[in-house]
């Protein structure tokens, strides 16, 4: 199941935006958060991704290349998910 309680999220430019995602998966998944060409946010210095009970992601000093729609992603092997945020 992919719940996402904020689709749409803004904030000002240059401050951080955190944006999140309840999931939960039997047996266990992984977790990822992507942009729209399928880039998965892992670069510590502008994002911080967390996957507890769900998964969030922070992307901090927001600019314009930053905004997007971004996607969460689940997969356990069985199933994937996806939801937009």
Not at 36 to 48: E, T
Not at 55 to 75: G, I, K, M
Request: charged content about 15%; aromatic content about 10%.
């Amino acid at each position: 199941m992919v719940w996402v309680p904020q689709q749409l999220v803004g904030v000002p430019l240059g401050n951080t935006v955190t944006i999140e995602c309840w999931l939960e998966a039997f047996p266990a998944a992984l977790h990822y958060w992507a942009k729209p060409d399928g880039q998965v946010l892992h670069d510590p210095s502008k994002y911080r991704v967390e996957s507890i009970n769900g998964a969030s992601a922070a992307a901090h000093h927001l600019n314009n290349n930053t905004r997007a729609s971004y996607t969460v992603s689940s997969n356990n092997g069985f199933h994937d998910k996806r939801s937009k945020s």
